[in-house]
T-cell receptor, first 116, second 112 residues
Framework: AQTVTQSQPEMSVQEAETVTLSCTYD???????LFWYKQPPSRQMILVIR??????QNATENRFSVNFQKAAKSFSLKISDSQLGDTAMYFC?????????????FGKGTLLTVNP | DAGVIQSPRHEVTEMGQEVTLRCKPI?????LFWYRQTMMRGLELLIY????????DSGMPEDRFSAKMPNASFSTLKIQPSEPRDSAVYFC??????????FGSGTQLSVL
């Protein structure tokens, strides 16, 4: 079965510091996308960043970047210069079967708290 | 763009009652998804549509759940009869070509 695992239920970081959230997945596919979503207290699910598996270069979106290790099936999210507004649940997501992006499977999430 | 619009935002009902959740996807998107979020099970995909046609409903928990998409701009998720264990946040999401999912704000359902 294809799965997504987030091993850190909760994390905290001081404002302006850097934090890394981990995610591992299991698949037999070769071409696929990986996603990180953020869910703040407002409940809205917001796409943070997307990585294409066939690209060796790690994706970057402003303060957010990923460390994608395809062979290790690891997809971690690094948040630099953490801000109070980054406090949220973070979900790693991966499409189940066939390389399709349709059936996204989500990890259990990591609750990140940014402290002032 | 108004984004994915879900209604109602909150729904409180009694066990046995029928519940209908509504979703308007982003205009031009061709795929629509219904997810359920609970503390115990996290985010689960219930069903998804492509071009208004249900593609995979294997995540629908029971026959009490049904979903329709009569046209490209509207979908419903119905629970009949509702049970306390159906209490959860239900999300609708849409995408174009499946690359990125855009989520609505969700419906918080409480079944008493």
């Amino acid at each position: 079965a294809q799965t997504v695992t987030q091993s850190q239920p909760e994390m905290s970081v001081q404002e302006a510091e850097t934090v890394t959230l981990s995610c591992t997945y299991d698949t037999s596919e070769n071409n696929y996308y990986l996603f990180w979503y953020k869910q703040p207290p407002s409940r809205q699910m917001i796409l943070v960043i997307r990585q294409e598996a066939y690209k060796q270069q790690n994706a970057t979106e402003n303060r957010f970047s990923v460390n994608f290790q395809k062979a290790a099936k690891s997809f971690s999210l690094k948040i630099s210069d953490s801000q109070l507004g980054d406090t949220a649940m973070y979900f790693c997501a991966f499409p189940v079967s066939g390389g399709s992006n349709y059936k996204l499977t989500f990890g259990k999430g990591t609750l990140l708290t940014v402290n002032p | 763009d108004a984004g994915v619009i879900q209604s109602p935002r909150h729904e409180v009902t009694e066990m046995g009652q029928e519940v209908t959740l509504r979703c308007k996807p982003i205009s031009g998107h061709n795929s629509l998804f219904w997810y359920r979020q609970t503390m115990m099970r996290g985010l689960e995909l219930l069903i998804y549509f492509n071009n208004n046609v249900p593609i995979d409903d294997s995540g629908m928990p029971e026959d009490r759940f049904s979903a329709k998409m009569p046209n490209a701009s509207f979908s419903t998720l119905k629970i009949q009869p509702s049970e306390p264990r159906d209490s959860a946040v239900y999300f609708c999401a849409s995408s174009l070509g499946g690359e990125k999912l855009f989520f609505g704000s969700g419906t918080q359902l409480s079944v008493l």
